[in-house]
């Protein structure tokens, strides 16, 4: 590792973000010096920094480590190889107490570049989904991804398996491989024609994600109400995966849900099996 490179990079991603020295210090619980030392050359990020710096700028430990942003074709293999490739140019000019030090970081940051990989899958790899949503959803059998719809930080997946039950998984991104997920969330099990609905807050948006299957063949579309607005999305194939990101984060709920015709009529509550709605 280049102390020079990484500390220009950091440099160069916290101004683009317009973030102050203090401020990122603030975030990563160290001083506004450390900071400063960092991005002059003069010093790295400690081994427990380095994750939490590569959140709080968007990128992954092995960019930091190797200075520059990488492709994501190049990040599996650097995740390893940079690290033992940089801590070898290490030992040309360090004694033997510090290579041993090294070397078992080495190991360990190769060792969790393995984990993060291993346990997190691509979105487009529709069975690794679906065996990720399964194991953190506890469902027992097997089930398959019908359905999926990113935006901007958020993956979600309508699941579904070979006796009719359904399920919701919401994906957060892995903070080491920026194109794989890893499941965070959702709705364990969906009754068949019921429209669900999962909400999350943080400190920039709300994000809720509607989800449902075999709903009834009447009904079109369905809406809802935040922070005042009234919100009508269509339903097609009989279900519903809908993320939103949503500016209030004050409100990060759901009401006056409802399933409509094509007239944009409610369907009645009862009467009609599948015309309920549920909330997280």
């Known amino acids: 590792m280049e102390a020079k490179e990484t500390g220009a990079l950091i440099a160069a991603r916290r101004k683009a973000l317009g973030l102050s020295q203090a401020e990122l210090a603030e975030r990563l619980h160290v001083t506004d010096k450390a900071v400063s030392k960092w991005e002059n050359g003069r010093g790295m990020p400690a081994i427990d920094s380095l994750e939490p ?58 060792g969790w570049a393995g984990y993060h990989y291993g346990t997190s899958v691509s979105e487009f790899d529709q069975e690794g989904l679906a065996r990720n949503a399964a194991r953190y959803l506890g469902r027992e059998n097997a089930i398959r991804v019908v359905e999926s719809e990113r935006r901007g930080d958020y993956l979600a997946a309508l699941c579904t398996d070979d006796r009719g039950n359904w399920c919701m998984c919401v994906y957060d991104r892995d903070s080491l491989f920026r194109d794989r997920w890893r499941g965070g969330g959702g709705k364990p099990a969906l009754k068949a024609g019921v429209l669900g609905s999962w909400n999350y807050g943080n400190p920039r948006e709300a994000v809720i994600v509607f989800c449902g299957g075999d709903l009834p063949e009447e009904a079109r579309y369905y809406t809802f109400q935040n922070s005042g607005i009234t919100y009508t999305c269509p339903i097609e194939n009989r279900r519903v995966l809908d993320v939103f990101l949503l500016p209030d984060t004050r409100d990060i709920g759901s009401s006056a849900l409802e399933l409509l015709d094509q007239d944009s009529q409610p369907l009645p509550k009862g009467g009609i099996e599948g015309t309920a709605v549920e909330k997280s």
């Open 53 to 110: 710096l590569s959140e709080a700028l968007g990128l992954s430990v092995s960019e930091l480590l190797s200075g520059r942003e990488l492709t994501a074709e190049e990040l599996p293999r650097t995740a390893g190889g940079l690290i033992v490739e940089s801590l070898r140019r290490q030992w040309r000019m360090a004694w033997r107490g510090v290579l041993g030090t090294v070397l078992a970081l080495a190991l360990l940051a190769s």
